[in-house]
C-alpha cells in the first residue's frame, strides 16, 4: 500500500503513516479510504500477526525494525479480530521497548464501558466508535504530533520513564 | 433591449441547458429523490451521507470500489450462513460469526436495515434459537437482494449523471 494521497501534508512536510488493522474486508477499505483522503500514507493489516509482523516484532519480540519505529506514526486497530483480539494486539506493542511509544488507537463497533476503560488503562490513545467518521480521523493528528516530539528529542525519551505510568486517565473522553 | 441583454449574457447557460442541461438536473432530481426516500424508508442511514462527502476530488471511483467489495464480500457471508444453517446439528458460532462480520461491513456502508438484521441475528445466535435464526436469515436474504438493487440503481444514475457532465448531488439524511 505505498500510494500516497495527494490532498496536502502535515505542517512538517511529512506525510504520516498509519498502520491500520481490520479482519473486516469492506471496513479495512473503508478506513483505508478516509484515511488516504485525510492525507496519511496508509498500510493495513488483516490481523493482529500480520501487523506486529510489519511492526518488526513478529515472532522473535525483541528484533526491531528500526526503520519500522520512524514509519509508523500511528497503530488503528478494530478491537474485535478473531486469533488476537486489537486489545491483545495493543498489549503486545506496548511490551516491546522499542515500540511502545506509538499511538494506538483501538476502533469497535460495540460501545462497551468496561472494554473501553479497560483499552486506556492498558494505554490505548483513544477509544473510537465505528463506522469512524472524519472528525475521528482529524483528531488524530494531535495523537501523531505528541509522538513526534518525543522522536525529535531523544533526550525526552530519556526522561520518559520518570513521567506518570497512567496515562489513560486522561483520555476518559469517549468519542 | 434589457430582456436582449440578459439572453445574450445568459447564452452560455441557456446553450448548455438546450445541450443537455435539462437531462442533467432530471437525473440530479432523481438522484435526490431515490437517496431521499432510502433515507426515510431507514435502508440508509447517516454513513451514506459520510460516504457520500468523502468522494471529494476522488469522484465517484472510491464508492464504487467500495460497494463492489461489500456486495461480493456480504453474498460469500449470505452463503455460508446458509450452510451453516443447514448442518445438523446448527452451526451458531459460524452464522454468528459471519453475522458479525455482515453487521459490521453494512454499518460501514450506511446499510441501516441490513446492519440492524444481522445485529437481532447475532443475539439469536448467541441464544441458539433455530427458528429465530431461521426466521432472521429469511429477512436477510430478502433485504440484501433489495438493497443490491436500490445502491445498483443508484450507481447506474450516477454514472449517467457523471458522463453528461454533472455533479453528483450529495444528499442529507
Same mark, same amino acid.
Request: aromatic share 10%; proline share 9%; hydrophobic share 25%.
Given at each position: 500500500m505505498g500510494s500516497s494521497s495527494a490532498a496536502g501534508l502535515s505542517k512538517e512536510g511529512d506525510e504520516l503513516h498509519i498502520l491500520a488493522v481490520d479482519d473486516n474486508i469492506v471496513e479495512r477499505l473503508f478506513v483505508e479510504k478516509l484515511l488516504k483522503g485525510s492525507a496519511y500514507k496508509v498500510t493495513t493489516a488483516d490481523n493482529g500477526f500480520r501487523a506486529l509482523e510489519y511492526l $518488526?516484532? $513478529?515472532?522473535? +519480540?525483541?528484533?526491531?525494525l528500526k526503520s519500522n519505529i520512524s514509519k509508523i506514526s500511528l497503530v488503528i486497530t478494530d478491537?474485535? %479480530? +478473531? $486469533? %488476537?483480539?486489537g486489545y491483545e494486539l495493543m498489549k503486545k506493542i506496548k511490551e516491546s521497548p522499542g515500540l511502545k511509544d506509538i499511538p494506538i488507537v483501538i476502533m469497535s463497533s460495540e460501545n462497551i464501558p468496561t472494554r473501553i476503560e479497560k483499552c486506556l488503562e492498558e494505554g490505548a490513545e483513544e477509544f473510537m466508535l465505528k463506522p469512524l467518521q472524519q472528525s475521528d480521523v482529524k483528531r488524530l493528528r494531535c495523537h501523531e504530533t505528541s509522538r513526534e516530539r518525543f522522536q525529535e528529542n531523544p533526550i525526552e525519551i530519556g526522561h520518559k520513564p520518570f513521567f506518570p505510568m497512567t496515562n489513560g486517565a486522561s483520555k476518559t473522553e469517549q468519542n | 433591449m434589457k430582456s436582449g441583454l440578459s439572453k445574450t449574457t445568459n447564452l452560455k447557460e441557456k446553450f448548455g441547458f438546450m445541450e443537455g442541461g435539462m437531462e442533467i438536473s432530471q437525473l440530479q432530481r432523481h438522484f435526490v429523490e431515490q437517496v431521499s426516500s432510502m433515507f426515510s424508508k431507514g435502508y440508509l442511514d447517516g454513513q451514506f451521507f459520510q460516504l457520500q462527502k468523502l468522494?471529494?476530488?476522488?469522484?465517484?471511483d472510491f464508492y464504487v470500489e467500495l460497494v463492489s467489495v461489500f456486495f461480493q464480500d456480504s453474498e460469500k457471508l449470505i452463503n455460508e450462513m446458509g450452510i451453516a444453517l443447514d448442518k445438523q446439528p446448527v452451526d451458531f458460532k459460524e452464522i454468528g460469526a459471519n453475522a458479525h462480520q455482515l453487521k459490521g461491513s453494512s454499518a460501514s456502508m450506511g446499510a441501516k436495515r441490513v446492519s440492524k438484521v444481522c445485529e437481532a441475528f447475532c443475539s439469536l445466535c448467541k441464544e441458539m434459537d433455530k427458528e429465530g435464526c431461521l426466521r432472521c436469515f429469511d429477512q436477510l436474504k430478502h433485504e440484501f437482494p433489495f438493497l443490491k438493487g436500490k445502491v445498483e440503481a443508484l450507481l447506474r444514475l450516477v454514472q449517467k449523471i457523471v458522463a453528461s457532465g454533472g455533479a453528483v448531488p450529495v444528499v442529507e439524511p
Open positions: $518488526g516484532l $513478529g515472532d522473535e +519480540p525483541y528484533v526491531i478491537y474485535c %479480530m +478473531p $486469533g %488476537m483480539t | 468522494q471529494g476530488d476522488g469522484g465517484i
